[in-house]
T-cell receptor
Framework: GAVVSQHPSWVICKSGTSVKIECRSL??????MFWYRQFPKQSLMLMAT?????????EQGVEKDKFLINHASLTLSTLTVTSAHPEDSSFYIC????????????FGNGTRLTVT | GESVGLHLPTLSVQEGDNSIINCAYS??????FIWYKQESGKGPQFIID?????DKRQGQRVTVLLNKTVKHLSLQIAATQPGDSAVYFC???????????FGTGTRLKVLA
């Protein structure tokens, strides 16, 4: 149980284009999902908290107009990287938990974004 | 042995030996702790968790120890196998929040 599916697993796009990444909770409902970014050999950095039916909460330093988050249903959150640039190249990972804060986050398998 | 790379410390152990991965957490108010395993190109996978009212918890081949006095968390892996090779992250959640604070990670290399 507690499977989080992320799609696509990798994407290459040209500078200036936008890319959408999907995150689905397959066997549970998630009112809250979390989007992380990870650079090579580094830890996970929380980008934003995605709330079903309301606006996402962004961490300090994360541009909300560049990283658009939509959490339209209890099983789907999307992250759109708008007008992507090479510095946006990274590993993006979503996560969700089945219960409250005392239960572990379950992570998707990540999306490797390369902007050329 | 253990070495510190540019970003990620590495622990090398012989197959069959026990591994101990350490983590110093930052917030004395943290009340929930989790260990994750991340294989190359994949998302983190939950291993084991522990609440602050405990100091030890065991799973299958893994044990987590919590020392709140010195803010230290460790993950012990018994009879380490090649499939245990990965990067291991600890995470803490401060009381009253829902956000995870991840440690820097440790790369575990299992030598045949």
């Amino acid at each position: 149980g507690a499977v989080v599916s992320q799609h696509p697993s990798w994407v290459i796009c040209k500078s200036g284009t936008s890319v959408k990444i999907e995150c689905r909770s397959l066997d549970f409902q998630a009112t809250t999902m979390f989007w992380y970014r990870q650079f090579p050999k580094q830890s996970l950095m929380l980008m934003a908290t995605s709330n079903e039916g309301s606006k996402a909460t962004y961490e300090q330093g994360v541009e909300k107009d560049k990283f658009l988050i939509n959490h339209a249903s209890l099983t789907l959150s999307t992250l759109t990287v708008t007008s992507a640039h090479p510095e946006d190249s990274s590993f993006y990972i979503c996560s969700a938990r089945t219960q409250g804060r005392g239960s572990p986050l379950h992570f998707g398998n990540g999306t490797r974004l390369t902007v050329t | 042995g253990e070495s510190v790379g540019l970003h990620l410390p590495t622990l090398s152990v012989q197959e069959g030996d026990n591994s101990i991965i350490n983590c110093a957490y930052s917030n004395s108010a943290s009340d929930y702790f989790i260990w994750y395993k991340q294989e190359s190109g994949k998302g983190p996978q939950f291993i084991i968790d522990i609440r602050s009212n405990m100091d030890k918890r065991q799973g299958q081949r893994v044990t987590v120890l919590l020392n709140k006095t010195v803010k230290h968390l460790s993950l012990q892996i018994a009879a380490t196998q090649p499939g245990d090779s990965a990067v291991y992250f600890c995470a803490e959640i401060p009381s009253g929040t829902y956000k995870y604070i991840f440690g820097t990670g440790t790369r575990l290399k299992v030598l045949a």
